[in-house]
């Protein structure tokens, strides 16, 4: 990333010293240190395929976890603080067990509804946890993170990023 950001503001002083009008030996540079240049992102190629769509029920803390997730509903989203991911739970007998398991990474998922940025996030990161002993901590470090159940023992976490 950092290469084509530095690629392109040579080409921009390339094209600045070329336009400029020829001056004598002494060479003016405070005409370089007053221009700024507008970082463009950097494209990051077509999205995605959206493997699954979903609208998140409801938003929640820890404490109201397992009453949202117990009223099948469908995925809730739970807020871990302003540091951590969004975490987008669902439980396997529920539904969760039906979408998030199978995907993989570059997978697309199409997110709306109650505590996540609607549009389309990119699998990035997936692990595999203990069932009740997952702490916030052992979540990858994304935008969005989905977790299910797998068996009676593991569960799946799926990073996602915005795309």
Request: positive net charge; contains cysteine.
């Amino acid at each position: 990333m950092r290469r084509g950001i530095g690629l392109a503001t040579l080409l921009v002083a390339a094209v600045l010293v070329g336009a400029a009008p020829a001056q004598s030996a002494q060479t003016d540079v405070t005409s370089f240190e007053s221009v700024r240049l507008a970082l463009l992102p950097i494209p990051k190629g077509p999205p995605p395929d959206v493997k699954f769509t979903r609208h998140i029920y409801a938003n929640t803390t820890l404490d109201g976890v397992p009453v949202m997730l117990d009223a099948c509903q469908g995925p809730i989203s739970v807020r871990l603080g302003p540091r951590n991911s969004v975490l987008v739970a669902e439980h396997d007998y529920c539904g969760g067990s039906g979408w998030i398991p199978k995907l993989k990474n570059g997978d697309g998922v199409k997110l709306s509804g109650d505590g996540v940025r609607a549009g389309v996030y990119e699998v990035t990161e997936i692990r595999y946890g203990l069932r009740r002993k997952a702490m916030v901590k052992d979540m990858p470090r994304t935008d969005v993170v989905l977790q299910t159940c797998v068996t009676k023992t593991k569960l799946v976490l799926v990073g996602l990023e915005k795309f």
